[in-house]
């Protein structure tokens, strides 16, 4: 659907993504989190594109204060083509934390961005800090898995961000597996196990609360030496 697109700069470190991309960006700390959220924020408002960011643990206000060292961001926020909010007001606008639900607040979003007609692309972050927001954690994984078939529907980039020190080992492991590409120390790297949304779903245990054990050893040893640097 998007094989014709041009590379988009992510902003960070030369990394250069597709139109459709869902990307798995791992961080320390707010401020290593705000050196990629800003950096790919900044990097889509200079290219034109409609800019979401759904912040957790931070008042979104401050994000724009933040982002306002590099670009315009209150006039971007003025004509919408920066819209940054809460995770609470995102995720939990029915009062619990629902995978179906997020996907259709996500949709409802992106028609809006459609009819607008002002944008050819839209790039949205995510981060996750389980500050705000401390979702289910098998919720939170249909929705990271189910994101894969909400992307096509849409010219779109999407980072979804998470703080290492707040999300344990094995739950990193399972969530990395919803997502191709893993974005960790300016470094862009492919995932090799990923698993489809029918995979995932298809996965002995999946309805227990976990996914498929097969290979943990290799997948648990890829994602130290990924977060360490090893790779």
Excluded at 162 to 185: A, C, E, K, M, W
Excluded at 193 to 210: H, I, K, N, S, V
Aim: proline fraction near 5%.
């Amino acid at each position: 659907m998007h094989g014709n697109s041009p590379r988009l700069a992510l902003g960070v470190s030369g990394v250069e993504v597709n139109v459709g991309d869902h990307l798995c960006g791992l961080y320390s700390g707010d401020v290593e989190r705000d050196e990629i959220l800003l950096a790919f924020i900044e990097a889509g408002l200079a290219a034109g594109d409609k800019c979401i960011c759904v912040v957790d643990g931070t008042d979104p206000a401050e994000i724009v204060t933040r982002l306002a060292t590099r670009v315009d961001s209150p006039g971007f926020a003025a004509s919408k083509q920066l819209d940054v909010m809460s995770s609470a007001a995102m995720y939990l606008r029915s009062g619990s934390f629902a995978a179906v639900e997020v996907i259709g607040s996500w949709k409802a979003a992106m028609s809006d961005v459609m009819y607008d007609g002002r944008f050819d692309v839209v790039r949205a972050v995510e981060t996750w800090s389980r500050r705000d927001v401390v979702p289910d954690m098998q919720e939170l994984l249909l929705l990271e898995s189910e994101m894969n078939r909400y992307l096509p529907l849409y010219p779109q980039v999407i980072l979804c961000m998470y703080d290492l020190g707040r999300f344990g080992g094995g739950i990193l492991v399972n969530l990395l597996r919803t997502h191709p590409q893993v974005l960790v120390s300016g470094m862009l790297v492919k995932n090799p196990y990923f698993l489809t949304p029918d995979e995932l779903l298809a996965a002995d245990g999946f309805r227990q609360g976990g996914v498929p054990r097969s290979k943990p050893t290799e997948a648990e040893e890829w994602y130290f030496d990924v977060t360490t640097g090893s790779t």
